[in-house]
C-alpha cells in the first residue's frame, strides 16, 4: 500500500513570507511527483511537477525533491492571501502504467 | 475547449436509488479517473480507463461500476447508494506530457445520501 503523507495543517504565515510544504512517500519505486492546489469548493489545479533530485522553480513557486529521503516540498515565496488554499501532494510510479497516490493536503493560510 | 465538465454538480439521493455521474473531455485525453474526496481522507481513486475499451478498479470501488462509452466520456454509476457514498466526486482526465503525466480535474459532483 502507497503511502503519502503531509502534515494537515493549517500552516499559517503572513504575507511576504515563505510557506513551506512537505511531503513523503513510502514507495521506493515513484518516479513522478505532484502538487496540486486546492481551494475550498473548487478541484484541484497542478502547480508544479518534479521529476528528478534537486530543485526546479517556476515563478514565486519551487518544488525540492530528495528521492533517498523520500522527501518532496513546496516552498512559495512571497505567499500571499490568494495563495490560502490546501496544497495536495501526489506520486506516480514510471513502471507501465500506473495511477496517482494523493497524499490528504496541506491547509495554507496566509494573513495579510 | 470547456477540458472536464461534470454533471450533475449537487444531488441528493435516498438510500437505495441510484444515478450516474457524468464526464466528459475534449482535451482527446486517452485516461481517465474517478475520485472521491472525504473530509480528512484525501483524494481516493474509486477507477480509472487507461483507454478507451478498459476500466479498472481503483482503492475504492465497491458500490460503484463505471463505464467508458467512447474517448471522451466516462460514467460513474451507483447502483444503490449509501449514505457512505456521501461525497464529492471528481472526474480527471490525463495526457503523457514529457517525462510525466498531468491529470486535469473536472469542477465535481457533490453527492449527498439521505
Known amino acids: 500500500q502507497k503511502e503519502v503523507e503531509q502534515n494537515s495543517g493549517p500552516l499559517s504565515v503572513p504575507e511576504g513570507a515563505i510557506a513551506s510544504l512537505n511531503c513523503t512517500y513510502s514507495?521506493?519505486?515513484?518516479?513522478?511527483f505532484f502538487w496540486y492546489r486546492q481551494y475550498s469548493g473548487k478541484s484541484p489545479e497542478l502547480i508544479m511537477s518534479?521529476?528528478?533530485?534537486g530543485d526546479k522553480e517556476d515563478g514565486r513557486f519551487t518544488a525540492q525533491l530528495n528521492k533517498a529521503s523520500q522527501y518532496v516540498s513546496l516552498l512559495i515565496r512571497d505567499s500571499q492571501p490568494s495563495d490560502s488554499a490546501t496544497y495536495l501532494c501526489a506520486v506516480k510510479e514510471d513502471s507501465g502504467y500506473s495511477t496517482l497516490t494523493f497524499g490528504k493536503g496541506t491547509m495554507l493560510l496566509v494573513s495579510p | 475547449n470547456a477540458g472536464v465538465t461534470q454533471t450533475p454538480k449537487f444531488q441528493v439521493l435516498k438510500t437505495g436509488q441510484s444515478m450516474t455521474l457524468q464526464c466528459a473531455q475534449d482535451m482527446n485525453h486517452n485516461s481517465m479517473y474517478w475520485y472521491r474526496q472525504d473530509p480528512g481522507m484525501g483524494l481516493r481513486l474509486i477507477y480509472y480507463s487507461a483507454s478507451e475499451g478498459t476500466t479498472d478498479k481503483g482503492e475504492v470501488p465497491n458500490g460503484y461500476n463505471v463505464s467508458r462509452l467512447n474517448k471522451r466520456e466516462f460514467s460513474l454509476r451507483l447502483e444503490s447508494a449509501a449514505p457512505s457514498q456521501t461525497s464529492v466526486y471528481f472526474c480527471a482526465s490525463s495526457i503523457r506530457q514529457g517525462a510525466g503525466e498531468t491529470q486535469y480535474f473536472g469542477p465535481g459532483t457533490r453527492l449527498l445520501v439521505l
Open positions: 518534479i521529476y528528478s533530485n
Open positions: 514507495d521506493r519505486v515513484s518516479q513522478s
